[in-house]
């Protein structure tokens, strides 16, 4: 079975300060995409950032980047400057296409103001 | 663009009845659709793949009489739990994928069912 590993439970990181979530992942696949998921108390699930396998170069979306290291299975995220809107749970997950996504147990984050 | 809605946000019903979960994407054509189960405090759980005209395909575990699937057209597909139990209470989210796209699915708002 494909897993997603999120080691963080819980982070915390003062306003305006930088933090990294990490998420590793298992797959025996050459091709699929890695995203970072954001889940405030709403539970509505926001697309933060995706990654395709085949590239090489780490996605950015504003103050979110990610770090994709494919021969080592690891996919962290990390937030700039970060806000009191950032306050979220964050998960990891893996797809494939038209593919249901497999996601990681996710890491409450929470921002000292 | 790109609205997913759930119909119910929220339902309560009694132990041994059915209740039916809509998913709906408002301005795009989705052949497939996926139901997730999230308990408290856990992470989302791929339930099964709805697809428009075919059978569901459940993942392993899922009881596929209990949970029924039907994607009747490009922009609805329904979870109906059948015989609902306190156990089946949970968060229950669903996700289309946009034909033509090569990987972005959208999620509803989820819906929260709790059986008394």
């Known amino acids: 079975a494909q897993t997603v590993t999120q080691s963080q439970p819980e982070m915390s990181v003062q306003e305006a300060e930088t933090v990294t979530l990490s998420c590793t992942y298992d797959?025996?696949?050459?091709?699929?995409?890695l995203f970072w998921y954001k889940q405030p108390p709403s539970r509505q699930m926001i697309l933060v950032i995706r990654q395709e396998a085949y590239k090489q170069q780490n996605a950015t979306e504003n103050r979110f980047s990610v770090n994709f290291q494919k021969a080592a299975k690891s996919f962290s995220l990390k937030i700039s400057d970060s806000q009191l809107g950032d306050a979220a749970m964050y998960f990891c997950a893996k797809g494939r296409g038209a593919d249901g996504l497999t996601f990681g147990k996710g890491t409450h984050l929470i921002i000292q103001p | 663009g790109a609205v997913v809605s759930q119909h119910p946000s929220r339902v309560i019903c009694k132990s041994g009845t059915s209740v039916k979960i809509e998913c709906r994407s408002l301005d795009f054509q989705a052949t497939t659709m996926f139901w997730y189960r999230q308990f408290p405090k856990q992470s989302l759980m791929l339930m099964a793949t709805?697809?428009?005209?075919?059978?569901?395909?459940?993942e392993q575990g899922v009881e596929k009489d209990k949970f029924l699937i039907n994607h009747a057209s490009l922009t609805l597909s329904t979870l109906t739990v059948t015989s609902a139990h306190p156990e089946d209470s949970s968060f229950y989210i669903c996700?289309?994928?946009?034909?033509?796209?090569?990987?972005?699915?959208?999620f509803g708002p989820g819906t929260r069912l709790t059986v008394t």
């Open positions: 797959t025996s696949e050459s091709d699929y995409y």
């Open positions: 996700s289309a994928f946009p034909d033509g796209k090569d990987y972005e699915q959208y």
């Open positions: 709805s697809n428009e005209g075919s059978k569901a395909t459940y």
